[in-house]
Every structure is written in C-alpha cells, then in structure tokens.
Nanobody, 114 residues
Framework: QVQLVESGGGLVQPGGSLRLSCAASRSGFNIYTMGWYRQAPGKQRELVAAISRGGSTNYADSVKDRFTISRENAKNTVYLQMNNLKPEDTAVYYC????????WGQGTQVTVSS
C-alpha cells in the first residue's frame, strides 16, 4: 500500500508563504497526474492544483497566480508553493493522484491568521 505523507503546513500571517511537500512511500507515481487538495472546516475537499507527468499544471481560480505546484519525480515528491496566503486558504491540505487512486494521508494543516 502506497503511503502519501504531507508536510510543511503551519500558522502564517496573511500575505505570508508556505511550501508544502508530499512524499510517496514508493516509486511508480511518476506516471500519474498528481494533485493538491484541501478541506476547510465544514466544506468538501477540493482540488486546488494538479501537475501532469510531463509538468503541465492547472489551478483552481481561487489560488491561480498565488500557488505553484511542482514535482521531483526522482524523489517521488510533489510540492506546493503558496504565496500571498489569505485567511480563506486555511484548511488541511492533502496530496493524491488526480483522479484519486490512493488512500488519503493525514494531511498538513495550514492556518492563515493574524
């Protein structure tokens, strides 16, 4: 069973930045489109960014021009650089394939607050 481990979350002030990482426990994810998802309290989980095996990216309108997804296939790792964070970005962030093929990891909490 592949495990996805997210890290890099924390508490940040509005306008701040964070970089999230997602590591897969084994190789093989290089062939898949990978995505970063988030779930805020009381809301459904949503896809915020995706990156194909070839590096093409897509973003939700709410994070476009602020978030950047990237991947390092040799390390089975996907990143999410988040800039100009807003309070509405507060959520637990998860990674998974897109569409979802693996069990969800524990996620990493991002809290944007002054």
């Amino acid at each position: 069973q592949v495990q996805l481990v997210e890290s890099g979350g924390g508490l940040v002030q509005p306008g701040g930045s964070l970089r999230l990482s997602c590591a897969a426990s084994r190789s093989g994810f290089n062939i898949y489109t990978m995505g970063w998802y988030r779930q805020a309290p009381g809301k459904q989980r949503e896809l915020v960014a995706a990156i194909s095996r070839g590096g093409s990216t897509n973003y939700a309108d709410s994070v476009k021009d602020r978030f950047t997804i990237s991947r390092e296939n040799a390390k089975n790792t996907v990143y999410l650089q988040m800039n100009n964070l807003k309070p509405e970005d507060t959520a637990v962030y998860y990674c998974n394939t897109n569409p979802v093929r693996s069990e969800w990891g524990q996620g990493t909490q991002v809290t944007v607050s002054s």
